[in-house]
């Protein structure tokens, strides 16, 4: 079997043992400052700033997804198309030619077809597997997680 997890940098596990109280202990510090500066008021003001913006955000992600960009960095005209259907890499422009092997199009390929299928196949190609054995694999591994 082949392990789909990756390790992690043994730098960020050495110093994060000391790293991460520092941060926290410095953030109710300066909290504590702010507190005693600006009065009571100031942690609704943040809370209430942080809410709206929390929404806001949600908003403009429901109402106005990312889009694929079409845009030929060369003609300046809305034609570029993936380069290669069966993966979410490389474009090329239907009128001036241009190609680009290395520019995503993930926004394309989530317009055009299903991703997971895309995924899958590439996954396949990293592992050296079937995507159906790779499917399969990932479902016994989420399954002896949970349990």
Request: negative net charge; proline residues 5%; charged residues 25%.
């Amino acid at each position: 079997m082949t392990k789909l997890r990756t390790k992690r940098p043994s730098l960020f596990s050495r110093w994060l043992w000391w790293i991460l109280p520092l941060l926290v202990f410095g953030a109710i510090i300066v909290s504590l400052q702010l507190l005693r500066v600006s009065g009571p008021k100031l942690p609704s003001i943040v809370l209430g700033v942080t809410i709206i913006t929390l929404f806001g955000w949600i908003f403009v992600s429901v109402f106005y997804p990312a889009r694929a960009d079409r845009t030929c960095p060369e003609c300046k005209e809305e034609a570029l198309e993936r380069l290669d259907l069966n993966t979410t890499r490389g474009v090329t422009c239907s009128r001036c030619g241009h190609t680009d092997p290395d520019e995503t199009s993930w926004f394309m390929a989530e317009e055009e077809t299903v991703l997971e299928e895309i995924v899958l196949a590439e996954r396949a190609r990293l592992f050296e597997l079937q995507p159906e054995e790779l499917a399969r694999e990932e479902e016994t591994t989420q399954n002896t997680e949970t349990n």
